[in-house]
Structures are given as structure tokens and as C-alpha cells.
């Protein structure tokens, strides 16, 4: 079974500060997913990887398979990214394995 | 192309009764996920569904909770007999099930379910 952990679980920054949050998992993986969650509100797909580095306007995702590690970055942070951003596993099986989340971190950019 | 559609998007009901949630998922996608999220929890897998079958129901509670895909229609998450520890919101997500997307998971905007 995967356990997935995630840091910080919460993060208070200033607009425009260069965000990190962090993804550790302990099994092999198919593909890791970033999303996104605001307070009440539907889940986002951010990024899903399975080697390398993607970039999506202000958002790069990275992942370094033999570390077992992501890191998801914001540049130029805003109020609007507020929200809860998680970190899911796709186990080896790919499509036939359902996510493994971590618990979240709860990000908040003051203006 | 419309996305993920989940109704109804939220579910009162009292304890003892059952409660139907459904997932249309998106066009051509024959694979259905179903996800749990507790109150102040993470999110849980459930149940991974195509068309007609049940993959793999490792995440469901053994009693009350039952999941399907017919060939025709919405996949349904069915709680029999609801308590109050059910109450949560419940996600389903969608995936084409075809390399090379095929773990591309679109997930839906949540039924919040509240047992009274």
C-alpha cells in the first residue's frame, strides 16, 4: 500500500512569493497527479506526471521517479491561488489502480 | 464537450433511508472512479468501475454501499440505509481508459451527502 505525505500541510504566503509544496510516496508509481480543491468546491486536475517536468502558466510540476518525489511551484503568487492543492498516486497497475491521495496542503496568498 | 456530471450535487437525507448518487461520466470515457472525502479527511478511493463491470471494490465499506455501470446510463453509488458517519461529499471521476491517456482521471463536482 502507498502512503503519500505531503509538506508543508499548511502554507501562508505574500502575493508574488515563488511557492514549493512537496510530494513523497513509498511504492513505485504509475503516475503522480497534482490537484487542486477550493473550500467547498470541485477537484481540478493539475498536472499529471510519470517522469520529468510539465509547466501550465504559473504552475511547473516535477517528479524524480528514483527519489520517490514531486514538487508542485506557483511563480508570481495570487489571492486566486488560494486553495487546497493535493498529491494522488496512480499505482503500477496505471488505469486499473485507483489514486492514492495525500492529506493536502491548505495554501493561502495574502494580498 | 461537457465534463464530469454528478447529480444531485447535494443530498440531505435521514438515517435509515438510502441515497442515490449518480456519475455521467464524460464523453467516451468508459472507466468510472468513485472517491470519498470525510469531513476535515483526505480523500479515499472507493470503487473503480467499466462499463458493465466491477474492477476492483477494495475501498468499499462490506456493507450498505454497492456500485454500478450499467451499459446504458450513469454509474450509480447506491448507500443503503444511511448513518450518519456516511455523510461526506463523493466524487467520481472519469478516464478514457486508452493508452496513452489512459490515467488521465477527470473528476466530477462532488455530491455532498448529509445524513440527519
Known amino acids: 500500500k502507498n502512503e503519500v505525505e505531503q509538506s508543508p500541510q499548511n502554507l501562508t504566503a505574500q502575493e508574488g512569493e515563488f511557492i514549493t509544496i512537496n510530494c513523497s510516496y513509498s511504492?513505485?508509481?504509475?503516475?503522480l497527479h497534482w490537484l487542486q480543491q477550493h473550500p467547498g468546491g470541485g477537484i481540478v486536475s493539475l498536472f499529471m506526471l510519470s517522469s520529468g517536468k510539465k509547466k501550465h502558466g504559473r504552475l511547473i510540476a516535477t517528479i524524480n521517479i528514483q527519489e520517490k518525489h514531486s514538487s508542485l511551484h506557483i511563480t508570481a503568487s495570487h489571492p486566486r491561488d488560494s486553495a487546497v492543492y493535493i498529491c494522488a498516486v496512480q499505482g503500477a497497475k496505471g488505469g486499473a489502480d485507483g489514486l492514492t491521495f495525500g492529506k493536502g496542503t491548505h495554501l493561502i496568498i495574502q494580498p | 464537450n461537457a465534463g464530469v456530471m454528478q447529480n444531485p450535487r447535494h443530498l440531505v437525507r435521514r438515517r435509515g433511508q438510502e441515497a442515490r448518487l449518480r456519475c455521467s461520466p464524460m464523453?467516451?470515457?468508459?472507466?468510472v472512479y468513485w472517491y470519498r472525502q470525510l469531513p476535515e479527511e483526505g480523500l479515499k478511493f472507493m470503487v473503480y468501475?467499466?462499463?458493465?463491470?466491477?474492477?476492483?471494490e477494495s475501498g468499499m465499506p462490506k456493507e450498505r454501499f454497492s456500485a454500478e455501470f450499467p451499459k446504458e446510463g450513469p454509474s450509480i453509488l447506491r448507500i443503503q440505509q444511511v448513518v450518519r458517519g456516511d455523510s461526506a461529499a463523493y466524487f467520481c471521476a472519469s478516464s478514457p481508459g486508452l493508452p496513452p491517456m489512459s490515467y488521465e482521471q477527470y473528476f466530477g463536482p462532488g455530491t455532498r451527502l448529509t445524513v440527519t
Open positions: 511504492v513505485g508509481i504509475s503516475a
Open positions: 464523453k467516451g470515457h468508459s472507466h
Open positions: 468501475l467499466q462499463k458493465e463491470n466491477i474492477i476492483d
